[in-house]
């Protein structure tokens, strides 16, 4: 059996600001995706909550997940994505 990467991308749902970002944004990095892997997994429907500390405080995000599967892992595509 060989095999598979699970690659999850945490995406805030808002920026710096509390401003959604636009819907097509998240379709675009679907279909890109899809593309890419032959599929992608979308958790979006309860935005997960995301938590980093900045200093002394705790500064919290509503995130969205995607996911994909693959054999190998072309960090250069990455990186450049």
Same mark, same amino acid.
């Given at each position: 059996?060989?095999?598979?990467?699970? #690659?999850? #991308?945490?995406?805030?749902? =808002?920026?710096?600001? +509390? =401003?959604?970002?636009?819907?097509? #944004?998240?379709?675009?990095?679907?279909?890109?995706?899809?593309?890419?892997?032959? +599929?992608?997994?979308?958790?979006?429907?309860?935005?997960?909550? +995301?938590?980093?500390?900045? +200093?002394?405080?705790?500064?919290?995000?509503? #995130?969205?997940?995607?996911?994909?599967?693959?054999?190998?892992?072309?960090?250069?595509?990455?990186?450049?994505?």
């Amino acid at each position: 059996m060989q095999q598979m990467n699970l #690659i999850e #991308i945490l995406l805030p749902t =808002k920026d710096n600001r +509390g =401003k959604p970002f636009a819907p097509d #944004i998240y379709s675009s990095l679907r279909r890109d995706l899809t593309e890419m892997f032959g +599929g992608v997994t979308a958790f979006t429907r309860a935005p997960a909550i +995301g938590e980093d500390k900045e +200093g002394s405080k705790v500064v919290r995000d509503g #995130i969205i997940i995607l996911e994909v599967m693959t054999d190998d892992i072309d960090y250069g595509w990455w990186k450049q994505y």
